[in-house]
């Protein structure tokens, strides 16, 4: 076993640019508006285009709209169970990330086997941390079935991930993205679980590019560029004179990878960029700091008020394929926090508007 995390790298000219790339659009992205109706487009796009690419990289059937229609109304596809419930437990891991880096702070073990658990969770939230895997594993060609990559044996696998938590948390001058990216390789070379290794090791560098402030406000997806061209991505990743982890895989220079994922990074956030400076020209404000006050149901419901002042119960539960008591006792909690008023208080048709703050914010005023 390698004494210690010490990744083999260049920077190259093609990466160096991307790096300037990156800064360029997190400089400028900060002045930029988000407004509601940015985020009701954007943010959520992101977030089932993240949920889409990261699990049909590993093999999941769903489509792109099939995988919106069980996030947002828990809709069925029979014969589709396994990929329904990757899905799911993939999008509870992005909110727990997103969670994870409001609340800030480094990295710990438990955070990861804590994203772990919901990737594998079905969609649950109340989850215990995984632990790590207890004996071998084998990655191998889904066609051919010959063995691709050997990770390190169980034995190894705590200590790895002691010195891979200890190494994101390094406080000195590598740049955050080249940080995020050369965690996922780690990761992934380790291996530290039978199964959901790729999608935690997609939600691991999400969640420390987002606590470092790469996160252009949560409206970029990286699994997208990943998945246009898995060959690529694959070949960027496998790395080493041997598919044995104790043959190379450790030492090996990992320029190539370095490179391939700074540049999807880069790519990811001008797409983001030139959407935003869109919404400026229209002359909005930003709206980023009301809107994250709210949850990400409370985010979606805002696209409800784009067109009427007021909305019924049906409305609420239309968008979210819920049944009217799920319905009732959600628009009582949002009631009791200040999100929604009561218009009409009759059982039947009761009606309801926003709070004065984000009803200004939705004509904006704010």
Known sequence: MSAKFAPKFTITPSAAKALMRIEAVKQVFSDLPI????????????????????????GNRLTQEQVAKVIEKDQ?????ERDQYEVKGYYAAMDEADRMAR???PVTEAMIQRLHALVESSGKTRVKPTPYRDGQNVIRDAGS??????PPEAKDVPKLMQQLVAWIGKKDDLPVPIRAGLAHYQFATIHPYYD???RTARLLTTLILHLNGYDLKGLYALEEYYARNLSAYYEAISIGPSHNYYMGRAEADVTKWVTYFVEGM?????????QAQIEQSKGHKDQSKLLRTLDAKQRKALALFQDAQEIGAKDIAALFGYAPRTVSLLCQKWVEDGFLEIVSASRKTRS???ANRYEAMIA???
């Open 76 to 80: 069925h596809f029979p014969g589709r």
């Open 35 to 58: 407004t509601p109706q940015m985020l009701a487009h954007l943010r959520e796009t992101a977030r089932l285009f993240s949920t889409h690419y990261s699990t049909m990289i590993e």
């Open 103 to 105: 609340r800030g702070g």
């Open 352 to 354: 309801y508007r926003l």
């Open 266 to 274: 880069a790519e990811a956030f001008e797409k983001v960029r030139d």
């Open 196 to 198: 959901g290794n790729g």
């Open 364 to 366: 904006g005023d704010d």
């Open 145 to 150: 079935r010959d063995i691709v990559y050997m």
